[in-house]
């Protein structure tokens, strides 16, 4: 009935999640409120590494994305659930190593890592830093001699496939900041200056095609892609590669209209793929690691938010403002992506009532979705937005000093805060 397995509806017609009443959550936590479906993100979790075990021999690792959402918590679930863990920063970096995240699966990466973040990478020991360019390279090798250790690297390569939701091309993928560009040489380039390199240990190659993607095909290409540049490093250095990392990138299901695969199938296509590509090229069957991030973790999670003024404009549109806004969720601004709402209140009733959400930030384009359906909603009620698990409270921000709303989590019928809500203190604490 609804985009995500979590939720549904109880017999006062209120929306569930995880089993518990969402009106009675925002009583107790007070709005905006995240909250996230802990078992269900386990759930994600043991599906990707369960596809890995099946399709795969078990010969790699599924490292969830955390740039979706990270804070203490996710990272010891994540950890529980024996995946490694992907960070993009040293903040991300920071929060794992805090909970006591076993470094050696962390994968560091981005496009312009700065050199105080390569001395913390190194000096904790992540498992495997993923390379973006030539500079980075020099300055990494540099940090680990400093320190006298060797570092695991990836190089992060572009495969020349540009994913689109329901489609994909092949070319036109030199222009990406991210990477080094197969069809110029650079990619080669790089993989010899990497085995090259001092206190650098070249383990392999990685590749990230996109987000939110729902073809299987653009995947499989990728993979066909990848095998056939690891046979041509085999061919020129000698060395053959060992790790192969595909990146993330699952699509997710925000409105009825979006129609996922099981992550099973994804990985059972892809391994079929690597596995031909690997004959057919001479070359080792690769451990492989994927990084899925939103899939993981965002249709675990809802907004709760509370219904101010309703505004309606005859013949134009019906304005409803919540509590919230583009300070919790800017992806509608950002991406005017869809989102499925709910009046958590009345789930029951019909969703006959086509609004415009809109937030609470001094800016018109403040709307959180625009002709949307959804129930009779008056103020006071009680207003869902579903999906919002991934890229919400990662992406939030204080403008308007706003303070970001609190993350629940639900396990078992019980629900606990994991990140509290920030105070007016919390929003002054760092001027001077
Ligand atoms: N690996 C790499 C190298 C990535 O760049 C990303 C996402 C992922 C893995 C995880 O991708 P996922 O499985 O979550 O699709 N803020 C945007 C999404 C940006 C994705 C950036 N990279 C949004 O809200 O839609």
Known sequence: MFVSDCLSVNEKGNLTIGGIDTVDLAAKYGTPCYVVDEDQIRANCRAYVKSIEDNYDGNGLAIYASKAFNCKAMCKIVNEEKMG??????????????????????YFHGNNKTLAELDEAVKA????????????????SKAAKK????????????PGIDAHTHSFIMT??????????????????????AIAAENIDFKGVHCHIGSQIFDVEPFERAAEVMIGFMADIKAETGVEVEELDLGGGFGI????????????????KVAGVLKAECVKKG????FIVIEPGRSVAGSAGITLYTVGAVKTIPDIRTYVSIDGGMGDNPRYILYQSTYELVCANKADKP?????????????????????ALVQQVEPGDIMA????????????????????????????????????????????????
């Not at 863990?85 to 962390?106: C, H, M, N, R």
């Not at 993928?173 to 380039?189: N, R, V, Y």
């Not at 070359?283 to 690769?286: D, F, L, R, S, W």
């Not at 991934?390 to 706003?402: L, P």
């Open 172 to 193: 036109g993928q030199i222009d990406s900041k991210f990477g080094f560009a197969l069809e110029t040489g650079e990619a080669m380039d790089g993989i010899k200056a």
């Open 253 to 268: 299901k925000y409105s009825s209209d979006d129609n996922p695969l099981a992550y099973s199938e994804y990985m059972a």
């Open 125 to 140: 020991g992540v498992g495997r830093v993923v390379v973006d360019n030539i500079y980075e390279l020099e300055n990494l």
């Open 385 to 432: 937005v579903l999906s919002t698990g991934a890229y919400n409270y990662s992406m939030s921000s204080n403008y308007n000093r706003i303070p970001k709303p609190p993350v629940v989590m639900v396990s078992g019928g019980q629900s606990r805060v994991v990140v509290r809500r920030e105070t007016y203190e919390d929003i002054i604490a760092k001027d001077m």
């Open 351 to 371: 969703k006959d009532f086509k609004i415009t959400l809109a937030g609470r930030c001094c800016e018109s384009g403040d709307l959180i979705q625009e002709d």
């Open 85 to 106: 863990l992907d960070v993009v920063s040293g903040g991300e970096l920071y929060t794992a190593l805090s909970v006591g995240f076993p470094s050696e699966k962390i």
């Open 283 to 286: 070359v080792k069957q690769p």
């Open 147 to 158: 320190q006298g250790k060797t570092v695991g690297v990836l190089l992060r390569i572009k």
